[in-house]
């Protein structure tokens, strides 16, 4: 990239989705001088459940960030219906502190973040494709490709990867352990009434999972989000997405008052696995899904890119004021993310485990059926409003999400 322009920066954030915009709120809240770069521009759709739950609705009114959000009227989600390979579902409810989530589009949510965080101080070039990264002396060198095209390096003392999924950050740093693709999920967004507005509903049977859920608090839209297995339906699922997304949702077994339709999407994606073997390198570090991700059919993991950012944030901002002991400040927030997600992580394992076996699944649901206060604590354990502990008697432990 010889004879480009090259900037130079303390902080550089890649990518603008929910992590990596709150952490540049924060940082700059501090007085750390950072930029974010983000390949899309704003607003822009992305496959996804479309789920804040209740901790992530707390982790925003404890940063400042919940009116941006509340005032693109999301829909409120206080309970969920589970059901599998039966007629009837199991409803668990969201607690009395932390009463409901919020169904609201990613196009809608991320862009209300990014406008309050540039009201806020915070710069974001959108349009500028992260291509590579590479140490170079004490600095990061990031190769990005700018909107018109053109090549344009930058430089900075430290850098983040909150480049989701695909991160470029986290497979440059050696951090990505390659697993092969096991799912794969189409989400279109309907239009149509009938379901209770206030639920979420989720249907898991062989192979196959549907949610649906309200994402405006006024208009019949909901976000459907088919789950199919790889190995099974990879064929079809290439050969027409939405004829094996209308067979799917189908068998949900929803009644609609108003035949529902399909007003945007579908957005497929796949491979809901990230194994990270460290989310901290000399001077780099990643937070959101970057930072590992793990099948979402819990829905927690905005929550968790908002927690992320949370951890790093004061531990970026002393490790660029006391540059001496950086590395060491870094694996103290590798620890704590660590800590935070080993409970959810054994969770959401669990969850798999049992939603994924023919033997399991409708004994599972017709025992929470019967032990309504149970299946109340599964859900607030899904909504990181409630611990795994807890929901086992096991007491303080905190609520997660809690900071610490």
């Known amino acids: 990239m010889t004879g480009e322009p090259t900037r130079t920066i303390p902080v550089i954030i890649a990518g603008a989705g929910p992590a990596g915009t709150v952490l540049g709120v924060l940082l700059t809240e501090r007085g750390v001088p950072c930029v974010v770069l983000e390949r899309a521009a704003f607003p822009r759709s992305k496959p996804c459940g479309e789920l804040l739950n209740p901790g992530a609705v707390c982790s925003l009114a404890r940063l400042g960030l919940l009116g941006a959000v509340l005032a693109q009227r999301p829909a409120q989600i206080r309970r969920w219906s589970i059901r599998a390979d039966a007629p009837h579902a199991a409803v668990g409810r969201y607690s009395a502190e932390a009463p409901w989530g919020l169904g609201v589009p990613r196009n809608v949510l991320d862009a209300s973040l990014v406008s309050e965080a540039r009201i806020r101080g915070l710069v974001i070039h959108e349009r500028t494709t992260v291509r590579d990264v590479r140490r170079d002396g004490d600095h990061w060198v990031i190769d990005t490709r700018a909107e018109d095209g053109r090549p344009v390096q930058w430089r900075a003392g430290m850098l983040v990867g909150a480049d989701g999924l695909r991160s470029v950050v986290a497979r440059r740093i050696s951090a990505v352990r390659p697993v092969p693709a096991n799912k794969l999920s189409i989400t279109c967004h309907v239009r149509g009434a009938g379901p209770d507005r206030g639920t979420g ?65 579908p957005w497929v994606s796949g491979g809901f696995r990230l194994p990270v073997s460290r989310p901290v390198m000399e001077n780099a570090l990643l937070v959101g899904d970057a930072a590992g991700y793990f099948d979402p059919f819990t829905g927690q993991g905005v929550q968790q890119a908002l927690r992320s950012a949370e951890l790093a944030a004061p531990v970026i901002d002393q490790a660029w004021r006391t540059r001496h002991d950086a590395r060491r400040r870094l694996v103290r927030y590798a620890a704590a993310l660590r800590r935070e997600r080993r409970s959810n992580g054994v969770f959401q394992r669990g969850v798999e485990f049992v939603m994924s076996r023919d033997t399991l699944r409708a004994p599972v649901i017709a025992a929470l059926r019967g032990a309504p206060a149970f299946a109340d604590g599964v859900v607030q354990v899904a909504g990181d409003h409630r611990s795994l502990p807890e929901l086992f008697g096991i007491g303080g432990i905190g609520h997660l999400g809690e900071t610490r």
């Not at 789950?227 to 079809?236: G, L, S």
């Not at 997304?245 to 009644?255: A, R, V, Y």
């Open 201 to 265: 509903y989720l249907v898991r049977m062989r192979g196959r999972t549907v949610g649906v859920a309200p994402i405006h608090d006024g208009l019949p839209l909901w976000n459907v989000t088919v789950v199919v297995d790889t190995a099974e339906y990879a064929a079809a699922a290439s050969h027409d997405r939405m004829q094996l997304f209308w067979t799917i949702f189908d068998e949900s077994g929803l009644s609609w008052n108003t035949l529902p339709a399909v007003v945007d999407g």
